[in-house]
Every structure is written in structure tokens, then in C-alpha cells.
């Protein structure tokens, strides 16, 4: 049975579904009132979901780095051997401070989605690195604090 038989529409190989427009190229189809082509607002959402998903690993890692200090408290309970974690508490201030970081990381996420939704609609869109470039730049930055960190408890 052909696909026209069956009532189902084909979105790739060149056949354009009701309401769509061929004009966005084989494969993607726009939505009626909106310029952008599924497959960009599709995109848009998996870019969005990837952030969200880094915005949780960095919260999680900075939730690990808190609770480090306790682990070793519990380690030499179970060891019942006297194992003196770092007294500066260096480990807290990061670790909240990644916390920080990642809900910070998340928030902007959805601001960059929703920017790039409507400049999608709008036929206006221009790519920005901002998010990237903060992230490597904080990235670094933490990588640099914890080998200071290490370093100094060694």
C-alpha cells in the first residue's frame, strides 16, 4: 500500500505533508507560522536538553565535592584510623559554588532555547557562543582552583 493510500504523509524523500513548505529543503518541513524548519526547532530542543543535562553533572559533581569531607570523616570512623580531612574547608566553598554554578548553567540554558525559538520564528537567527564561552571560562577556572586546592593538601 502506497503511503498516499494509507492516509500516513512522508516528511523526507521529497514529498511535502499537508501544510508544509517545500521551500526549506528535502527532509524539513515548517510549521505553519513558523519560519524556522521543524528540524532547526527540533535541534533547538536537544541543544537545550544537552545543557540541561550539563547544568545537573555540574551540580552533582559540586554536591559530591561538599559532601567529600564527610566521606572521609565516615572512612576513618569505619577504618578506625585518625584520617584528618583538610581543615581550611576549602572543599564546601567549591563545592557550593559548583552547585551555584550549575543552576546558574541550567537558568541560562532556558534563556538561550527561548531566545533562539523566537529568533527561529523570526527568520533572525544568528548563532552566539556566549554560553559556551562562559562555560570553558568557568570550566578552566574550577579545573585551576582544584589543582591549587590539590596541590596544597598534598
Known sequence: ????ESGEHKISGGHTPPGGNKESGP????????EGS???HLANERTFLAWVRTSIGIMAFGFVVVKFTLFV??????????????TRG?????????????ALIGFL?????????RLLADASYRPSTLLSTLLTICILLIGILLVVYLLASI
Open 73 to 86: 570523616k565516615q572512612l576513618s570512623l569505619v577504618l578506625q584510623k585518625p584520617i584528618l580531612p583538610p
Open 1 to 4: 500500500m502506497d503511503n498516499k
Open 38 to 40: 521543524l528540524s532547526d
Open 90 to 102: 576549602y572543599s564546601s566553598i567549591l563545592g557550593i559554588s559548583l552547585v551555584a554554578f550549575g
Open 27 to 34: 527532509g524539513e518541513v515548517k510549521r505553519p507560522g513558523l
Open 109 to 117: 540554558a532556558f534563556l538561550r532555547y527561548k531566545k533562539t525559538d
